[in-house]
T-cell receptor, first 113, second 111 residues
Framework: DGGITQSPKYLFRKEGQNVTLSCEQN?????MYWYRQDPGQGLRLIYY???????QKGDIAEGYSVSREKKESFPLTVTSAQKNPTAFYLC????????????FGEGSRLTVL | DAKTTQPPSMDCAEGRAANLPCNHS???????VYWYRQIHSQGPQYIIH???NNETNEMASLIITEDRKSSTLILPHATLRDTAVYYC????????????FGTGTRLKVLA
């Protein structure tokens, strides 16, 4: 079945450590996105990518970095510069940028101790 | 993008229809109404979308008013598994319009 796989589902890290969240899709979608969700809040866009080797900052990109070396993969690194990294992170894709429906992964919950 | 307004929470008895309203009074002619839901600690799931006409699929029905300023998502026979946060989003079908997920409606289906 086609879909989006995020890993790990749960992650604990010490303050000051970088951490990378994986996102892989087999839907053959061009566009991929990373969102952050805090308790009781909506989704906020961190980064998005329209195509391989291209990505753009979203609304809250500070303290995060991404890469898009393959169409299927869009990993997110939460760096030590992110002041409040504990959150639920969601990866999504769509057939083209902002076109059609979004497909989401199951999410990764990061807790920084 | 048009903004949406949804009630923060609703309850529904199991087996009854759940009717979730959404106001989008500033919607433009080329903007669709999309509905997603998010079960606790999972990623949001697409439910349905429409432009002007009412739509139905295996999950739900979408009723859009004639002036398109509001819509209602109907889950015809709610089950406990429908307990989730439901998001109403309005956006153009393509282009540079972002998907804007607000805080949605938290639906609790009661046994």
């Amino acid at each position: 079945d086609g879909g989006i796989t995020q890993s790990p589902k749960y992650l604990f890290r010490k303050e000051g450590q970088n951490v990378t969240l994986s996102c892989e899709q087999n839907l053959n979608h061009d566009a991929m996105y990373w969102y952050r969700q805090d308790p009781g809040q909506g989704l906020r866009l961190i980064y998005y990518s329209q195509i391989v080797n291209d990505f753009q900052k979203g609304d809250i990109a500070e303290g995060y970095s991404v890469s898009r070396e393959k169409k299927e993969s869009f990993p997110l690194t939460v760096t030590s510069a992110q002041k409040n990294p504990t959150a639920f992170y969601l990866c999504a894709s769509s057939i083209r940028l902002y076109t059609g429906e979004l497909f989401f992964g199951e999410g990764s919950r990061l807790t920084v101790l | 993008d048009a903004k949406t307004t949804q009630p923060p929470s609703m309850d529904c008895a199991e087996g009854r229809a759940a009717n979730l309203p959404c106001n989008h009074s500033t919607i433009s002619g080329n903007e669709y109404v999309y509905w997603y839901r998010q079960i606790h600690s999972q990623g949001p799931q697409y439910i349905i979308h429409g432009l002007k006409n009412n739509e139905t699929n295996e999950m739900a029905s979408l009723i859009i008013t004639e002036d398109r300023k509001s819509s209602t998502l109907i889950l015809p026979h709610a089950t406990l598994r429908d307990t989730a946060v439901y998001y109403c989003i309005v956006r153009a079908s393509s282009g540079t319009y972002k998907y804007i997920f607000g805080t949605g409606t938290r639906l609790k289906v009661l046994a």
